[in-house]
């Protein structure tokens, strides 16, 4: 099976913690410290995340950012 690009599986990772969560983007945005617009732009695979994104929105979703790279590296599996 072919791997989909990595900021494609990003968003859809991110999208699954976040409903997950009960979080709206506008919640995870505020909790991150990022524009709702930019979760909206990372969720559909249009922006790649830079390193300290990835770190916010991780805390944000109560991970670590190792947690948060291992789901994103098990959805790639899937």
């Not at 690009?5 to 709206?24: C, D, I, M, V, Y």
């Amino acid at each position: 099976m072919a791997r989909r690009e990595p900021w494609h599986t990003f968003g859809k990772t991110l999208r699954t913690l976040r409903t997950e969560r009960a979080l709206s983007q506008a919640s995870l945005a505020n909790l991150a410290g990022v524009d709702q617009t930019h979760i909206s732009l990372l969720e559909r695979g249009e922006r790649q995340p830079t390193l300290p994104t990835m770190y916010r929105l991780s805390e944000a979703l109560n991970m670590t950012l190792a947690e948060f790279v291992a789901e994103i590296d098990g959805a790639d599996d899937q």
